[in-house]
């Protein structure tokens, strides 16, 4: 539109039409602005679906005294290690618990279940109490080496081979001394990792190796909170396990599963479960632990495949949510 100024035009029609002007640039400068900021708050976003933006390689996590069952945990200091995939990232925390390694762990009792409850098996810690040892010291291989180290080294060859699949793990236990009980190391499992793994060899006082197996739940038990919630998650992961060593030629023992109340059951919120690897009778050299470690790949990879379409830890930190 042109406007033919003249004479007849008087200084009050020329000022209106140049702030009317100047509005109009005012409002589309506005405009832009707001799409733009609305922009970089979805990039922002977007973000929150990736692992890496809430934890580093190496990154090292303290138990929060604001998650849930924080405050059943006696030995807290210590921290878990995050490690995380440099290729093909599933953006799936898979959390590697060596068992024992906490100095002074068996001098200290944490609750059995959260409620109070006595205990329904025996174990470490015999059925009716109330209390646990909070991290037993484990047991002793027939050739005089402690299990703890032993998980610790089968945690370190696991973790490696999880990182080539593209999971990020949660080392629970780093070094040869964590000082993290089992409540603490769960509920970090918990908050932290979309399924938990603990490492162990069976006490059991025979002279032969007689297989792995994972350690399901009670019947009793799964009417508790929070298992009856999780146990079918808990098994399902156990299953996947077993049938990965044992397509690997590990030899399982029995039907593959054995039902003992533990601690870690009873306080998690994610698929978790304790595998025993063997007894004291076992073989537990470097090439031993290689073969074990590449079954319970196997497994892993079953079981994201059925049960983890969308990581849950990233549908847990997008909603700002606590497990």
Same mark, same amino acid.
């Given at each position: 539109m042109k406007y033919k100024i003249n004479k007849k035009t008087n200084k009050k029609t020329i000022t209106f039409l140049l702030m009317l002007f100047l509005l109009l640039i005012a409002c589309c400068q506005d405009v832009s602005v707001q799409a733009t900021t609305k922009k970089g708050v979805r990039n922002v976003s977007a973000k929150t679906t990736d692992? $890496?933006?809430?934890y580093r390689n190496k990154e090292k996590i303290y138990l929060d005294s604001s998650w849930k069952y924080a405050d059943h945990a006696k030995i807290t200091s210590g921290y878990a290690v995050m490690y995380t995939a440099k290729k093909n990232r599933k953006d799936i925390v898979i959390a590697v618990n060596a068992g024992h390694g906490t100095k002074g762990g068996s001098s200290v009792k944490t609750l059995c279940h959260p409620d109070g409850?006595?205990?329904?098996? @025996? @174990?470490?810690?015999?059925?009716?109490?109330?209390?646990?040892?909070? =991290?037993?010291?484990?047991?002793?291989?027939?050739?005089?080496?402690?299990?703890?180290?032993?998980?610790?080294?089968?945690?370190?060859?696991?973790?490696?081979?999880?990182?080539?699949?593209?999971?990020?793990?949660?080392?629970?236990?780093? @070094? /040869?001394?964590?000082?993290?009980?089992? =409540?603490?190391?769960? %509920?970090?499992?918990?908050?932290?990792?979309?399924?938990?793994?603990?490492?162990?060899?069976?006490?059991?006082?025979?002279?032969?190796?007689?297989?792995?197996?994972?350690? $399901? =739940?009670?019947?009793?038990? /799964?009417?508790?909170?929070?298992?009856?919630?999780?146990?079918?998650?808990?098994?399902? +992961?156990?299953?996947?396990? %077993?049938? @990965? +060593?044992?397509s690997n030629g590990v030899k399982i023992s029995g039907t593959g599963a054995t039902a003992i109340d533990l601690t870690q059951t009873s306080y998690s919120t994610i698929p978790s479960v304790d595998m025993e690897l063997g007894n004291q009778c076992s073989d537990h050299s470097d090439r031993k632990l290689e073969v074990l470690a590449d079954g319970l790949v196997q497994g892993v990879n079953k079981y994201v495949k059925k049960h983890i379409k969308i990581a849950p830890l990233r549908d847990y930190k997008k909603n700002g949510g606590s497990k």
């Open positions: 692992t $890496s933006s809430f409850s006595p205990k329904l098996t @025996g @174990g470490t810690t015999q059925a009716g109490a109330i209390q646990a040892v909070a =991290v037993s010291d484990g047991m002793t291989f027939r050739d005089g080496t402690a299990e703890r180290d032993v998980t610790l080294r089968m945690a370190k060859i696991l973790k490696k081979k999880l990182l080539a699949e593209g999971y990020d793990v949660l080392m629970v236990r780093d @070094g /040869k001394d964590v000082q993290l009980d089992n =409540v603490a190391r769960t %509920v970090i499992c918990n908050n932290v990792a979309d399924c938990h793994i603990a490492l162990h060899w069976d006490s059991d006082g025979l002279r032969y190796d007689k297989g792995a197996f994972a350690i $399901s =739940v009670p019947k009793g038990l /799964k009417k508790k909170k929070p298992v009856s919630s999780y146990w079918e998650q808990h098994e399902a +992961l156990g299953a996947a396990l %077993v049938k @990965g +060593l044992r």
